[in-house]
T-cell receptor, first 112, second 113 residues
Framework: GESVGLHLPTLSVQEGDNSIINCAYSNSASDYFIWYKQESGKGPQFIIDIRSNMDKRQGQRVTVLLNKTVKHLSLQIAATQPGDSAVYFCAEIHTGRRALTFGSGTRLQVQP | GAGVSQSPSNKVTEKGKDVELRCDPISGHTALYWYRQSLGQGLEFLIYFQGNSAPDKSGLPSDRFSAERTGGSVSTLTIQRTQQEDSAVYLC???????????FGPGTRLTVL
């Protein structure tokens, strides 16, 4: 079946370093991708999204890269801060569905 | 403005009892979603409402699960004859329209003893 998965379950970085979180998806029909951040005890919080007609999108300190050829998505966080510590999920929607399919998540730990 | 709200925040019930979980979406959002998140796992889609269209129930794990959305706003997720494997955080999200950013509520943590 289709799946959206993550390469690394836990990522530990030093404060001030850049973080890269990776995600693979299997459905070539996926046309909308989102990264969510989830802190303990809270619902997922939107970070950034990208549509399949784009390769890159930048936000404030975050960049999402999409490689449709290899079905790979990444989230780059610049100058990682302690407040960035959370679990990060990639999610996708494909034509014919309206609900998101989520990956299993990567925990980002920022060391001071 | 107010975000998505859910109630109760926590629910402890005994196996075999029925439970109702409530979601108040953001005003004006036409799309409403229910997801389930088991401990340390990603989110699992349950059901989706869009306007007056028939809901997409393809994610409901069994016929013990049902949901309604009254007046295109508030939604209730009902789990009948709860089982221990139903223990999870149930998250509701809404979006202005399909393929838009989904805003999540804080979730209801359900524990079935």
């Amino acid at each position: 079946g289709e799946s959206v998965g993550l390469h690394l379950p836990t990522l530990s970085v030093q404060e001030g370093d850049n973080s890269i979180i990776n995600c693979a998806y299997s459905n070539s029909a996926s046309d909308y991708f989102i990264w969510y951040k989830q802190e303990s005890g809270k619902g997922p919080q939107f970070i950034i999204d990208i549509r399949s007609n784009m390769d890159k999108r930048q936000g404030q300190r975050v960049t999402v890269l999409l490689n449709k050829t290899v079905k790979h998505l990444s989230l780059q966080i610049a100058a990682t801060q302690p407040g960035d510590s959370a679990v990060y999920f990639c999610a996708e929607i494909h034509t014919g569905r309206r609900a998101l399919t989520f990956g299993s998540g990567t925990r980002l730990q920022v060391q001071p | 403005g107010a975000g998505v709200s859910q109630s109760p925040s926590n629910k402890v019930t005994e196996k075999g009892k029925d439970v109702e979980l409530r979601c108040d979406p953001i005003s004006g959002h036409t799309a409403l979603y229910w997801y389930r998140q088991s401990l340390g796992q990603g989110l699992e889609f349950l059901i989706y409402f869009q306007g007056n269209s028939a809901p997409d129930k393809s994610g409901l794990p069994s016929d013990r699960f049902s949901a309604e959305r009254t007046g295109g706003s508030v939604s209730t997720l009902t789990i009948q004859r709860t089982q221990q494997e139903d223990s999870a955080v149930y998250l509701c999200a809404s979006s202005l329209k399909p393929y838009n950013e989904q805003f999540f509520g804080p979730g209801t943590r359900l524990t079935v003893l």
